[in-house]
Nanobody
Framework: QVQLVESGGGLVQAGGSLRLSCTVS????????VGWFRQAPGKEREFVAA????????YYSDSVKGRFSVFKDNANNRYDLEMRSLKPEDTAVYYC???????????????WGQGTQVTVFS
């Protein structure tokens, strides 16, 4: 079983930056991709960004493209989400998740972290 643990959430002023980390542990992680999702109050969880474990191809939602970046550290099984120019609408619980298939669909990500709160105030 693979465990994912997010860290780095917090309170930040609009326009500021925050970096989230996702550490993967448990059995040897051979997953294909790690993704970041978020869920704002009263809304469904949505895809934010993802990165392939091998090759490092990156994927972003339109709402964060150009402001967010994903990074990977395979040696330490760590995947970071750097968030810049944050907006109040970025406020949400952020989750990292892992999948073994070539997909960005939430339903294809089988392992999830517990989430970390990001609050952006104006």
């Amino acid at each position: 079983q693979v465990q994912l643990v997010e860290s780095g959430g917090g309170l930040v002023q609009a326009g500021g930056s925050l970096r989230l980390s996702c550490t993967v542990s448990g059995r040897t992680f051979n997953g294909f991709r790690v993704g970041w999702f978020r869920q704002a109050p009263g809304k469904e969880r949505e895809f934010v960004a993802a990165i392939n474990r091998i090759g490092g191809s990156e994927y972003y939602s339109d709402s964060v493209k150009g402001r967010f970046s994903v990074f990977k550290d395979n040696a330490n099984n760590r995947y970071d989400l750097e968030m810049r120019s944050l907006k109040p609408e970025d406020t949400a619980v952020y989750y990292c998740a892992a999948t073994s298939v070539r997909s960005l669909l939430e339903s294809d990500f089988g392992s999830w972290g517990q989430g970390t709160q990001v609050t952006v105030f104006s």
